[in-house]
């Protein structure tokens, strides 16, 4: 048996590994005469012989030759190619650098153009070669490169158009099934560039003086760019390619998507309509990913990621594209289609979508600092059109609910959560009613106006007690229970501390009896569902 380590054609017998020790140092001799040429090249630019100019054009002629010699190589030994990458790198990189810093004979531009057609030559000589080594070195040396010469010749956006070309190309290759395991620093590359771009321009005049001025449109071009080509990519893996997405994948389209936010935001603050509008429009194609595309069925975590993206899109382009109070009022109505859409093809995402909707309505539209006005502060003002609409939302969204007692604990909280906003904006609604009427008759204080609240509310509770266990409404009964929690809590912490006894004794008498009668209202809710289920049997049989 022949040593498994050992090197030589005597050894081994293997041609190709004698040939790849013999070869090492002859590759690296001519790597180090490439590197030699460079430098005479950088002496003669500095003696000033010969033009600048002339001297950098010869350089990175000389340093594209070294990049096709790398592609000609013999692939045997595998070192080959990558030493004449680095080569090609090791020539061109700190030539930028110096023509462009020191010796001042390339604009930022021409040295990001250098860079580009630097990229382009790599990406075609080694198109057909799968995770290529010299294409990985080729690809981020130029995206480090391009971020230092970004910082230091304070010139943010020819290079950030360069990192987005690197971008494009990694991207293309891999929707076209070409590995380009180098992707995911070329995208962070190109994150923190137009992350320091906005962070830059976004800033006061005084402090970017170095940095030349720049319109909105090409501050606002490159985030939304490379969002576009990030989608495009996400989407084109997962619905065409039936590919799993990454987790950075998803990070990378977050982030990407922020950046396009924070720039149009930053630039052009009367863009907000627009940005809602794009919003709504990704929001459907998301939602049509989602729910039209057999193939996501059989990826867990491409469905949750379109299902996630397509509720978010949607509240932002809601907030963005809407005035207030439109918002709160299209978000409420979109909660009310998500529980029927829901409801209909029994979709467990589309409830969630539905809860979240409503939430968000609740929240922007003022309906929940008017319920918390309403049951525990002062009643002043009046319900506007959106809390009627709001709370009509919330409840018919229970109603088209199943809210059966076999659901799992999940189906339950979203069927609470319509329950809950539609029981709270109904109390509230109704003890602003209570109150104004009780004005007609009398000047309220505030002892009248707790008390008024602990009616209102125990009544509520006693009407959830009967119907939910009539219906077989698991959680209309459970919110019962919470109206009695949420009258001790109010006994405590209101009724108890403005000190009029007579008030303080009948809120608590009314406490008192919602509390024997809520469990007995269940009992019987549920016994006459019983006895109308025996009836209805019995017609049946007959």
């Known amino acids: 048996m022949k040593p498994i380590f050992a090197l030589g054609s005597e050894a081994s017998g293997d041609p190709a590994a004698s040939l790849q020790t013999a070869n090492v140092f002859p590759v690296l001799g001519r790597a180090m005469l490439g590197i030699a040429g460079a430098y005479l090249l950088r002496a003669l630019a500095e003696a000033g012989a010969v033009p600048k100019v002339a001297v950098a054009v010869v350089a990175i002629a000389y340093a594209f030759a070294w990049l096709v010699w790398a592609a000609r190589a013999p692939r045997v030994p595998s ?55 010299a294409l990985w070195l080729s690809y981020a040396a130029a995206a480090a490169t391009a971020i230092a010469l970004s910082v230091a010749a304070r010139s943010i956006l020819p290079f950030v158009f360069t990192l987005l070309l690197i971008v494009l190309l990694c991207e293309s290759a891999r929707i076209l099934g070409r590995a380009r395991p180098m992707w995911p620093f070329v995208a962070v590359a ?52 039936e590919c799993k997405v990454s987790v950075f994948a998803i990070a990378q389209g977050m982030i990407t998507f922020g950046l396009a936010i924070s720039s149009v935001l930053h630039f052009a603050p009367g863009g907000a309509v627009a940005l809602g509008v794009a919003c709504l429009a990704l929001s459907a194609a998301a939602y049509g990913a989602t729910f039209h595309y057999p193939p996501l069925s059989l990826q867990t975590r491409n469905l949750r990621m379109f299902s996630m993206w397509s509720a978010a899109l949607l ?41 979240a909707f409503l939430c968000t309505a609740v929240i922007v539209s003022g309906v929940a600092h008017y ?36 659901d799992g604990w999940p189906l339950h909280v979203l069927h609470l959560v319509p329950a809950l906003l539609a029981a709270s904006a109904i109390c509230a609604l109704l003890v602003h009613s209570a109150v104004a009427l009780a004005n007609l008759a009398m000047t309220l ?4 106006v707790a008390f008024l609240r602990t009616l209102v509310i125990s009544a509520v509770a006693l009407c959830l007690a009967f119907a939910g266990s009539r219906w077989g409404r698991i959680a209309m009964t459970r919110l019962a229970y919470v109206a009695l929690a949420f009258i001790a809590a109010k006994l405590l912490f209101e009724d108890l501390r403005h000190g009029h006894m007579e008030f303080i004794a009948g809120s608590i008498f009314l406490f008192a009896l919602t509390l024997i009668a809520v469990p007995r209202l269940v009992r019987l809710g549920a016994k006459s569902r019983a006895d109308l289920h025996a009836e209805t049997a019995v017609h049946t049989q007959s």
Request: charged residues 10%; contains cysteine; proline residues 5%.
């Open 79 to 133: 070192f080959v190619p990558l030493v004449y990458a680095g080569t090609s790198t090791v020539i061109l990189m700190p030539m930028l650098w110096e023509m462009t810093l020191h010796f001042r004979a390339f604009a930022p531009g021409v040295a990001a153009g250098a860079l580009a057609t630097f990229v382009v030559l790599s990406t075609t000589l080694e198109w057909r070669h799968e995770a290529s080594l």
């Open 371 to 406: 319920v918390f006005n309403a049951l525990a502060a002062s009643t002043a003002g009046r319900p506007d059109l959106s809390i009627w609409i709001i709370a009509c939302s919330a409840t018919a969204a229970y109603a088209v609910a199943s809210d059966r007692k076999e």
């Open 315 to 355: 509240i932002a382009g809601v907030l963005w594209a809407f005035p207030e109070p439109g918002a709160g009022i299209a978000l409420a109505i979109a909660g009310l289609a998500a529980y029927v859409a829901a409801n209909r093809i029994d979709s467990y995402l589309l409830a969630l979508h539905g809860a």
């Open 445 to 448: 204080e505030n002892h009248h």
């Open 190 to 241: 190109a994150d923190a560039a137009i992350w320091g771009m906005i962070f830059v321009y976004s800033g006061p005049q005084n402090a970017r003086a170095e940095y030349p001025d720049l319109s909105p449109v090409a501050l606002i071009v490159p985030a939304v760019v490379l969002f576009a080509i990030t989608a495009t990519t996400v989407a084109s893996r997962a619905i065409w390619q």
